[in-house]
DNA sequence: GTCTGGCACTCTGTGTTCCCGAGTGCCAAG
DNA sequence: CTTGGCACTCGGGAACACAGAGTGCCAGAC
């Protein structure tokens, strides 16, 4: 259907388009990227790609462009993912090994990717659902008020003040933080439920008030905190494209429900996910492409991270930084 | 020098401005503002305060535009803050009270911000260097890890892993946290140094090299914190506005830093500040103002929050929003 | 002395027209 | 199947004119 030479025609389409920003010509590209065929053939390949949706011309007379079609054919066989240079890895892995804590990671993460693709960088924080419980902390703030902390294995600290209903003594919640401890050390967050479940029918009748009351907002962390937090970067890099709507480029990037669902579902391992205009599932977002890949310690996927441009980016690069990207930040996790 | 006339021709320049985003003539603003008086006095007058500079005209034969010294005194002496609706206040208050950790109090409060005023909204966390110690927590992770968890009365929660010079058994470490606790709780963050340092001379031999490894990272945990967090939403408000150089304040939104600066120092209480156009401290901002207030439970200001949007901003309206916002966010924080 | 109406002047922004050039599609010949 | 030639199309920029809004200034009225 598409042979060689025709294919060859859609990348040098794309290619060109993307660093020049402008319609590509018959002429030029002939030109530029010795085919060994006239601009007259090269006009026939276009206009056989253009009936079968891979480019469009703006208006009569233009060069061509490439659709979402083409970027996908593109992105699917004609491209190969390009390695960072050695600097760059480098400079990745001194940023992040500088790291203090989960929050400096993710936000340093986030930072570097921007800078990295001159793209909107956006990452998600390590969800809780995979981790594990590694210390629950009870901390006494007043008469009927204490602090419930909350660390996994992921580094994360959640915290919620609880309202007691009655007044507790030191060491009545001294021995339920041991209780605890020894109940769901280790425990995965996703059995939690369960783990708590059985725990209430064996403590003593007397504790049970206050343990209910602490354990409902221990679940309700997990589970409320199901939004899972996601930040942006790079914003600034959008300025100056007109090709995308920026109002709504900024608007969906501070929807987090919509950055979840751009980032999309965890894929099959490590492999990176690329939504290419009006495949993303935002309408604001058509004209935009996200590339995206999960990120974790060992073979788990903890979280999601990604970049977001125009359509028109330089896809083997910007893929290439994404995973790059990705890789370190699953490094850095798990040595932490 | 100015007569009471020329100052209401001032503020009608300004609101008509404002609210127009056209310069504004003699004869619209004859009419429009009853001011009992020709198109051509009006005329005179404004020729009087272009040149004393508080207005000023785009090219020949165009009408008048505030100048930032227009501003100025428009907001120093011609306007008064207006204060929110009823239903705003309601809202503002419900939007808040549903926040269930500090982090969750920030957000809201700078997306409601950004809402409330169609602007940029920017919210401080609030400063740890005024709050006191509530609780320190030593968690161990592995063998020679453990993780350090800071508690301040303001509901802030600081963590850090820190890696041992040694293997060290469970139940020195539980010592050590009692000791740490007894010595620091209540303590303000400010004299937290003088009080490690007088505890290190006090433990035993044996346990100094751990507790030194310990006390450093707590030390760094708050001065290195120094770089105090902040945070905007809001961003796609400035879109389609085309007065302000839009790349270079994204950018800036993403300077830490220039963010600090901008929302500038505690100023005297509760008072607002406001910096219009060319008195802000960063050259990409010129052509957008702050208005910025600080907050806190009580009287002593934790941190500060403003937004940020065109010089050509409604002045009154925008200062009752932070106002308002920051006395609600001060109330919530003092009751949590 | 201050305000007012009148008048000439000066701009910007918009719409029109025109033309150039890049790029195409098609066709006939190699 | 490829190629050169050719007529055609359309967008974008330059030149131009024009209407409208707004000004500055002046002479007369209150």
Redesign the interface.
């Known amino acids: 259907m598409l042979d060689e030479r025709k294919l060859a025609v859609l990348r040098a389409v794309v290619e060109d388009y993307v660093s020049t920003n402008e319609p590509v010509g018959s002429k030029a590209l002939a030109e530029r990227h010795n085919l060994g065929v006239s601009p007259a053939t090269v006009r026939n390949d276009m206009a056989v790609l253009e009936e079968q949706g891979y480019i469009t011309q703006p208006h009569t007379s233009a060069g061509r462009v490439p659709t979402d079609k083409g970027y996908r054919l593109f992105v699917d066989r004609l491209s190969q993912i390009k390695p960072l240079s050695g600097a760059e890895r480098r400079a990745i892995e001194t940023f992040l090994a500088g790291a ?3 929050d400096d990671v993710v936000t340093r993460t986030v ?1 570097l990717l921007a800078q990295l693709t001159r793209q909107v960088a956006v990452v998600q924080y390590p969800s809780l659902i995979r981790s594990a419980v ?2 629950v ?1 009870l ?1 006494p ?1 007043a008469e009927r008020r204490i ?1 419930l ?1 909350l ?1 996994t294995n992921t ?1 994360r ?1 959640e ?3 609880v309202e007691l209903p009655d007044v507790v003594e030191e060491d009545r919640i001294a021995h339920l933080r041991a209780v605890l401890n020894v109940c769901l050390d280790g425990c995965r967050l996703s059995r939690v439920p369960e783990t708590v479940a059985d725990l209430q029918e064996r403590l003593p009748e007397e504790d049970r008030p206050v343990a209910n009351t602490i354990l409902s907002v221990l679940l309700e962390t997990l589970v ?1 905190r199901h939004d899972e937090k996601i930040i942006f ?4 890099n ?3 494209d007109f090709s995308v709507g ?2 709504e480029v ?2 969906a ?2 929807e987090q429900v919509v950055l979840m669902r751009l980032l999309g579902e965890a894929s099959d391992s490590a492999a990176l996910t690329v939504r290419i205009g009006s495949e993303n599932p935002y309408s604001g977002l058509h004209g935009t492409s996200i590339v995206a890949a999960g990120y974790g310690s060992g073979d788990n996927e903890l979280a999601r991270l990604g970049v977001l441009g125009p359509t028109r980016m330089d896809y083997p690069v910007t893929m290439g930084a994404v995973r790059a990207v990705a890789r370190y930040v699953g490094q850095i996790l798990a040595g ?1």
Chains 1, 2 share one sequence.
């Open positions: 203090v804590d989960l930072r590694r210390h902390e901390v703030l602090m902390v660390i580094g600290v915290q919620r003040v409320d970067a790079g914003a600034a959008l300025a100056g920026l109002r900024l608007e990037l501070e932490s």
